[in-house]
């Protein structure tokens, strides 16, 4: 009872301490100088992204006068880049398999990690 009873002094202290400062001028002051800081930090990142955009603009006419010439060249690659890849694959797959075949072993204990996180996994 007699340390129920000195609690309650000291909360009855603290309470009064409490009562007798004003939250208000530190709030203001606080969130004063939250304030400026988002400010300048938007004003230095606009600022920083306009001068990168200004930079890019200007690199524009350049990249396209160099675009003008590569759309059938372009085309060509892209259409014939899956065939060309799928065989590349293949050959150094069988390249690595006839050379080590410690390698087959460890692509399918890989592919069954891979398989087993994205499975098992819950969003």
Known sequence: MREQDAYKDL????RVEDNT??????TRQVMGRVRQQ????RAVVGGLGLIGAGIAAMQLPQLFAEW???EKPLADALATAPTELST???SQINAAATGNPMWIAIAAGAA???FA????ERA
């Open 88 to 90: 590349a694959a293949i």
């Open 117 to 120: 996180v994205s499975a098992f």
């Open 11 to 14: 909360s009855d202290v603290f």
């Open 38 to 41: 988002k400010l300048m930090r």
């Open 68 to 70: 003008a010439g590569l």
């Open 112 to 114: 069954f990690c891979v």
């Open 21 to 26: 400062l004003a939250a208000e001028p530190f």
